[in-house]
Structure formats: C-alpha cells, structure tokens
C-alpha cells in the first residue's frame, strides 16, 4: 500500500495456499505490512485450500497452482460454490499464458508470478481489493 493512501477501514482476511511452507512463510511477512490484511489460515494443499476457506471464509485467498491432492485452478473452483465473494490471486511459477487465462476463467481475479511478487504483489492485492483484475508484467505470451 503506498505510504500517501490513508489504510482502508476495513480488513481483510486472508487465506495463503502453498505447498512451500518457507514461500508461505515470506508471503506472510511480505503481507506484515499492510495493516489491513490479516493472515487467517494457511494450507499446504487443494484439498486443506477448499476445507480451510469453508471454515475460514476469507475475503481474499492467495494460491499457488501447483499443489499435491488438488491443483489451485481446481480448488479455486470448488472454492467458488462453497465461499462466496472471495477473491482470489493466483501466486505460481506457471508462467504459461494460457494456463493464465484458464486461471482467470475459473473466478480468479489476479495472476502474479512468483518471480515477480516482490514487486507486484502488493499491487496486485490492491487492484482486487477495488474490484480490478490485475496480471503479473512477467507473463509470457
């Protein structure tokens, strides 16, 4: 969040899905920052992914593609019909465009790259947290 912009009044609850418990680790910390996110759950896997964001209902899930037990396109699919009006971002090293699009397709409302979260992933969680879609600047054709 840029240091001019007052902090929204309300907070999110976030949800991180990732199979790399050190990646988790740093996207939590990454998140410290911004005072009006609060990291709510972590999973390991799809299936943990759509348990957890039942129990949790976040208002925003950061997911990885390539999980064990159920891949995050999948998850956030089920996601979808169980939790309604969570947003999620896709946070993958799957730099395909066309794995993209599917993702996108499928209810996700951001793309980041993994590469390319240091720098765009806070961008990326503000953009849909005003309801704007937003796609890592690393994303092959």
């Known amino acids: 969040m840029s240091q001019n912009q007052p902090a929204p009044s309300k907070h999110f609850r976030v949800l991180v899905v990732d199979d790399s418990p050190p990646w988790r680790q740093w996207v939590v910390s990454s998140l410290g920052p911004l005072q009006h996110l609060q990291v709510v759950g972590e999973a390991s896997d799809g299936l943990e992914a759509v348990q957890k964001a039942q129990v949790l209902k976040p208002d925003l899930i950061l997911l990885d593609i390539g999980l064990p037990s159920l891949n995050g396109i999948e998850a956030a699919k089920r996601i979808s019909r169980v939790v309604h009006g969570s947003k999620v971002i896709f946070l993958t090293v799957e730099s395909n465009a066309d794995v993209a699009q599917i993702a996108l397709s499928n209810g996700a409302q951001a793309y980041v790259l993994?590469?390319?979260?240091?720098?765009?992933?806070?961008?990326a969680i503000e953009a849909v947290l005003r309801g704007e879609r937003f796609v890592s600047g690393g994303l092959k054709e």
């Not at 993994?114 to 961008?123: G, H, R």
Request: glycine content about 0%; charged content about 30%; overall charge negative.
């Open 114 to 123: 993994k590469s390319d979260a240091a720098t765009e992933l806070w961008p």
